[in-house]
């Protein structure tokens, strides 16, 4: 409608111009005619005398001509005939390669079409996704490895990440000579007899994850490996995000002592640290991946026996649905997907995990919500607080309703075996932003 009342004021715009342009044309041949140079008029009238003549020999000036292509609209065909070739080609199909398949329509037609259909691609795909809340810590742990541009200290050029996704705790950031199984399977082990084995092992289709030697370390504890669909990192998208935030935390420690040559060893445990204290899966009032780890129960035998005959029963369901023969044994990656569905479900039923739908949260959040209220008449310390932060009513109120409110604004230092500046000055450079509800990965 907007485009369509666009036309029809550049159309009236130019049929005025065009009168106009008849008008003087048609006043300078009277003056031609009673034998008054033209010059004088057309100086009265500030345009040049070639204009004039040009305006003259253009023909028939009552029609009007309409420079480039026509201001016309694709027809509801045209428009339909693009959306079917953007089906079949995909979303991803680029503006030039529409043109040159659609070369009569018009360019902004066709980008119109284009970003339509990729908005609702977008909206269709998200129907899709949805939040995880994971209900219980030690239950759960997600691994993957981070490949380094520039090895620690030379020689450590892989970080073997461990995470517990109930409690967002961080079990291990190891820095690795090489991706190996061998080194996977110790590092389990270790981390196994000292906090004890959970129910489900998160990682991706690394070759050092589903070696026949780490399933079989994973089923002599009882680990039920879960690992992601071909070509998806956002499915471990947990222990992802915590690979980037480790990552800053050592950089940062790094320049903080002032070693060009990069972060060390010893910066990678006191990152793990940080990680573990900073982090607040509840919200910025709620304890810290710390405190939800030592607080947590241990799971007793009756419940990883019950957790192991659901998934059973569960795999039996999906293998039926799926056509798969129950005495037919399966290749890695259809096992991974049947596990996929049954560790899910068995999750669900146990209460382990709860999915919600995905849902939009929106930018400005008004100050009279309940959590806001919390906020704004929150007191710390002083010695508490970073110097030069406000945490005054009116300062809250404004960091709240921007939605999020910055760390080290409301967090005192705890104590990582560095110097008490090291920390002030981590958290005046890291911005570690604190948000409403847990991190659902």
Same mark, same amino acid.
């Given at each position: 409608m907007k485009r369509r009342q666009v036309q029809r004021q550049h159309i009236e715009r130019r049929t005025a111009e065009q009168s106009v342009r008849c008008r003087v044309a048609a006043a300078c041949q009277a003056v031609a005619t009673r034998g008054v140079p033209m010059v004088q008029l057309t100086r009265h009238l500030a345009i040049s005398e070639r204009t004039v003549r040009h305006w003259r020999q253009a023909g028939d000036t009552s029609l009007t001509v309409s420079c480039g292509r026509p201001p016309r609209c694709a027809s509801r065909e045209e428009r339909n005939r693009v959306y079917r070739f953007l089906k079949e080609r995909g979303a991803a199909t680029p503006l030039v390669a529409v043109r040159a398949a659609f070369p009569q329509l018009r360019r902004v037609d066709v980008a119109e079409i284009l970003r339509r259909f990729r908005r609702l691609a977008r909206r269709r795909a998200q129907r899709h996704q949805s939040r995880l809340e994971w209900r219980r810590a030690g239950a759960v742990w997600a691994a993957d490895f981070k490949e380094r541009r520039e090895p620690l200290e030379g020689r450590y050029g892989w970080i073997l990440s461990i995470k517990d996704l109930g409690s967002r705790y961080q079990l291990a950031w190891q820095p690795l000579v090489e991706a190996t199984a061998a080194e996977v399977q110790a590092i389990y082990a270790e981390l196994f007899a000292e906090h004890g084995p959970p129910l489900v092992m998160k990682s991706d289709n690394g070759g050092q994850f589903k070696a026949d030697e780490t399933k079989g370390l994973l089923a002599e504890h009882g680990v039920i490996p879960l690992y992601s669909p071909k070509r998806h990192p956002q499915y471990n998208g947990g222990v992802e995000r915590a690979n980037g935030q480790l990552a800053s935390y050592q950089e940062a420690l790094a320049q903080h002592h002032?070693?060009?040559? #990069?972060? /060390?060893? #010893?910066? &990678? @445990?006191? &990152?793990?640290?940080?990680a573990n204290e900073l982090a607040r899966p509840g919200g910025w009032q709620g304890p810290t991946a710390r405190q939800l780890w030592n607080e947590r129960t241990p799971l007793t035998p009756q419940e990883r026996d019950a957790f192991r005959a659901t998934v059973c029963e569960r795999r039996t369901v999906v293998r039926a649905q799926w056509e798969f023969a129950p005495d037919v044994a399966l290749t890695h990656y259809p096992a991974s997907a049947v596990d996929r569905r049954a560790v899910r479900d068995a999750l669900v039923v146990h209460d382990l995990l709860r999915i919600h739908p995905r849902r939009k949260r929106g930018r400005h959040v008004h100050a009279s919500s309940p959590g806001i209220a919390q906020s704004t008449v929150l007191a710390k310390p002083a010695e508490a607080q970073a110097p030069g932060c406000d945490l005054s009513p009116a300062n809250a109120r404004t960091l709240a309703g921007a939605g999020t409110i910055a760390m080290h604004r409301v967090i005192a230092p705890? /104590?990582? #075996? @560095? &110097?008490p500046d090291l920390r002030q000055w981590l958290l005046s450079r890291v911005h570690y932003l604190f948000r409403g509800g847990p991190f659902l990965r």
């Amino acid at each position: 409608m907007k485009r369509r009342q666009v036309q029809r004021q550049h159309i009236e715009r130019r049929t005025a111009e065009q009168s106009v342009r008849c008008r003087v044309a048609a006043a300078c041949q009277a003056v031609a005619t009673r034998g008054v140079p033209m010059v004088q008029l057309t100086r009265h009238l500030a345009i040049s005398e070639r204009t004039v003549r040009h305006w003259r020999q253009a023909g028939d000036t009552s029609l009007t001509v309409s420079c480039g292509r026509p201001p016309r609209c694709a027809s509801r065909e045209e428009r339909n005939r693009v959306y079917r070739f953007l089906k079949e080609r995909g979303a991803a199909t680029p503006l030039v390669a529409v043109r040159a398949a659609f070369p009569q329509l018009r360019r902004v037609d066709v980008a119109e079409i284009l970003r339509r259909f990729r908005r609702l691609a977008r909206r269709r795909a998200q129907r899709h996704q949805s939040r995880l809340e994971w209900r219980r810590a030690g239950a759960v742990w997600a691994a993957d490895f981070k490949e380094r541009r520039e090895p620690l200290e030379g020689r450590y050029g892989w970080i073997l990440s461990i995470k517990d996704l109930g409690s967002r705790y961080q079990l291990a950031w190891q820095p690795l000579v090489e991706a190996t199984a061998a080194e996977v399977q110790a590092i389990y082990a270790e981390l196994f007899a000292e906090h004890g084995p959970p129910l489900v092992m998160k990682s991706d289709n690394g070759g050092q994850f589903k070696a026949d030697e780490t399933k079989g370390l994973l089923a002599e504890h009882g680990v039920i490996p879960l690992y992601s669909p071909k070509r998806h990192p956002q499915y471990n998208g947990g222990v992802e995000r915590a690979n980037g935030q480790l990552a800053s935390y050592q950089e940062a420690l790094a320049q903080h002592h002032n070693r060009p040559s #990069g972060p /060390t060893c #010893g910066d &990678a @445990e006191i &990152a793990r640290q940080l990680a573990n204290e900073l982090a607040r899966p509840g919200g910025w009032q709620g304890p810290t991946a710390r405190q939800l780890w030592n607080e947590r129960t241990p799971l007793t035998p009756q419940e990883r026996d019950a957790f192991r005959a659901t998934v059973c029963e569960r795999r039996t369901v999906v293998r039926a649905q799926w056509e798969f023969a129950p005495d037919v044994a399966l290749t890695h990656y259809p096992a991974s997907a049947v596990d996929r569905r049954a560790v899910r479900d068995a999750l669900v039923v146990h209460d382990l995990l709860r999915i919600h739908p995905r849902r939009k949260r929106g930018r400005h959040v008004h100050a009279s919500s309940p959590g806001i209220a919390q906020s704004t008449v929150l007191a710390k310390p002083a010695e508490a607080q970073a110097p030069g932060c406000d945490l005054s009513p009116a300062n809250a109120r404004t960091l709240a309703g921007a939605g999020t409110i910055a760390m080290h604004r409301v967090i005192a230092p705890p /104590t990582v #075996g @560095e &110097a008490p500046d090291l920390r002030q000055w981590l958290l005046s450079r890291v911005h570690y932003l604190f948000r409403g509800g847990p991190f659902l990965r």
